[in-house]
């Protein structure tokens, strides 16, 4: 069992910054590979980033690329997801997940899910 905790949005200005963390709970953290979504006012929720259990490896939507970048450190059983030059397109409700499957892109392969966090950007 684990479980997720996110922190850290907010509302910040159009070209600004926010780091969203994710907190997770049980032993078995460092195997699990970390994704995080969002789900934007009034549409579908759609997969941001993931980061294999090997830190080495990770993933983006073309939307994010060169924006965002995910990390995670094993030792505090934290996720994390730096979010720079953020658009007003960014916002939405931000999740992170878990999973031990290698579809890191689909929620349907994720385990465990957090409450999410809001992230509001303005123009």
């Known amino acids: 069992q684990v479980q997720l905790v996110e922190s850290g949005g907010g509302l910040v200005q159009a070209g600004g910054s926010l780091r969203l963390s994710c907190a997770a709970s049980?032993?078995?953290?460092?195997?699990?590979?970390m994704g995080w979504f969002r789900r934007p006012p009034g549409k579908e929720r759609e997969f941001v980033a993931a980061?294999?259990?090997?830190?080495?490896?990770?993933y983006y939507t073309d939307s994010v690329k060169g924006r965002f970048t995910i990390s995670r450190d094993n030792a505090k059983n934290t996720v994390y997801l730096q979010m720079n030059s953020l658009k007003p397109e960014d916002t939405a409700v931000y999740y992170c997940?878990?999973?031990?499957?290698?579809?890191?892109?689909?929620?349907?392969?994720?385990?465990?899910w957090g409450q999410g966090t809001q992230v509001t950007v303005s123009s």
């Open positions: 997940a878990a999973t031990l499957n290698n579809n890191y892109g689909e929620p349907r392969w994720y385990d465990y």
């Open positions: 049980g032993r078995t953290f460092s195997s699990y590979a």
């Open positions: 980061i294999a259990w090997n830190p080495g490896f990770t």
